[in-house]
């Protein structure tokens, strides 16, 4: 039969098929149960399915598991309003085909056992256990539509082992764990804490801030309550207003991986050993890194992978910044992490051989983790210093940041590398292409030393040996370059 449909016929067909897909009206419910060894998670949703893809999130493979935490459900089944058995095809990765435009009716079982696995970004970004409950993010646990995000009101509702409570940056609703969320990527981008672990809540310039602490760290609460404090409002002037969400959650637990992921309102956070001030320099800087991507990453978010670089060089970049200016970083502690931004980089050029652009890199993001994170916090430093430098020191980096998210701190709004070099020009008069290019769209070496030369300071290395210096013989701009970009660093 031909392709071709009479022109009268698909106007006939057309406002049926509008019809059969528009949204009845009714909220979203998942219900999520938990067994008392919280080996299991029962879920069960009624949910609008307008397209005909129904996904997990998130989902990366790893060995052992062919389709990531999808492989981890269980009896996963599907029924129409009249409860007629509807058809799922599984097409692999977490998605599965269904017959969209109608309500549905979902039932599955997860295994909690995603601390088992080598996940590529660690399972302090999936799933993992501890002595006083389970932390999961909701690309864990649920289904949602894989194509339309239906804009019908979510709920979550968590029946839990006696004494346990949820933890999620969603709104609660009444006195127990039911909660609204606000969108789809609110509800599977989070991260959850089920269990009996110590929470604080507190505001911080306007943003609520639960924290979430394995017992290890309860003790330390002061410390890192002081921390997010100054940062956070160190954010907010530097990015000329608040984060898209005003509620998070932060969990923190032991781990000796001492990483930690962001998602749409919460981050989640090991810490290894304890948390003191010895060793702040450590947990404090993957804080306030995760802490900053609820601005750049989460409220300003790049088109595709090739932008990651300039999400987390940035925000590495300027987290070193923010803590030097607010005196978490003396000048030794500064100069050590200014040693490893082209330390990273030659680390991923040299002993790793990745020949790819920065760019390029962030479409394989962990393989490539020191060329996207090194190789961005390098054109990070030397995009601030150009700015500087092209504009007579009248603005650099934090004025081109304010710039990018009055214009991109928006839902869903993205930006790509045109638009960073639009808006470098419209600061400075000049043309950013082809500093961009040498920076992250070249395979050829980029060298950091002018950068640092700008600022007063000299960089001295031998293979992945990097030793940053004053040069006793900076002019007064450079040295007042430095300033303006790190303040006076000195010891809280």
Known sequence: MSRLVPVLLLLLLLPLASVAADWDGKPNRYRVRLDAQATR?????????????????????????????????????????DG?????????????????????????????????????????EVSYHTDEGVMATGAALFFADGDAPVQAPIEVDFDLPQGWQARTPW??????????????????????????AHAE???????????????????????????????LASYAELFGGPPLSRRYLIIIND??????????????????GDADERNRVIWGYVMAHELLHF????????????????????????????????????ETLLFKRLENVPRRYLIARFAQGLKMSVRDAGKDKQPNRQLVYGGGSLAALALDVALRERSGDRVGL????????????????????????????????????????????STSHFDIRPSYAA???????????????????????QQARFQAVFGTPAVR
């Open 255 to 272: 781990h000796a991986s001492g990483d930690g992921g962001a998602f749409a309102s919460s981050f989640s956070q090991f810490v290894q």
């Open 41 to 81: 998670a029962v879920v069960e949703a009624d949910l609008w399915q307008q397209s005909d893809m129904l996904s997990m999130y998130n989902v990366m493979e790893v060995p052992g598991l062919p389709n990531g935490q999808a492989s981890l459900v269980e009896d996963l089944r599907a029924i129409d309003a």
């Open 171 to 196: 709104t609660r609703m009444g006195g127990g764990d039911r909660f609204r969320v606000d969108s789809r990527r609110e509800l599977v981008s989070n991260a959850l804490f089920l269990g009996t």
């Open 398 to 441: 934090p004025e081109f940041m304010r710039a990018l998210h009055a214009e991109f701190g928006k839902p869903g709004k993205t930006y790509a590398l045109a638009d960073l070099e639009r808006i470098a020009m419209s600061l400075t008069g000049s043309d950013f292409s082809g500093f961009f290019n040498d920076a992250v769209g």
């Open 295 to 330: 601005w750049n990453g989460l409220s300003i978010v790049p088109a595709d992978h090739r932008e990651e670089w300039f999400k987390e060089g940035i925000t590495d970049y300027l987290t070193i910044v923010t803590l030097a200016r607010n005196g978490w970083l003396d």
């Open 84 to 124: 007629a058995t509807v058809a799922l095809k599984d097409l692999g990765a977490g998605d599965y085909g269904i017959a969209g435009g109608r309500r549905i009716r979902l039932s599955y079982a997860v295994r909690l056992e995603h601390d088992q696995y080598p996940w590529p970004a660690g399972m302090e």
């Open 455 to 477: 600022l007063g300071l000299r960089m001295d290395s031998f293979v992945e040996e990097m030793f940053i210096s004053r040069e006793p013989g900076a002019t007064p701009a």
């Open 201 to 231: 809540t507190f505001d911080a310039g306007g943003v609520e801030l639960t924290l979430v602490l394995g017992k290890r760290y309860r003790k330390s609460a002061p410390l890192f309550i002081d921390l997010l404090r100054t940062q």
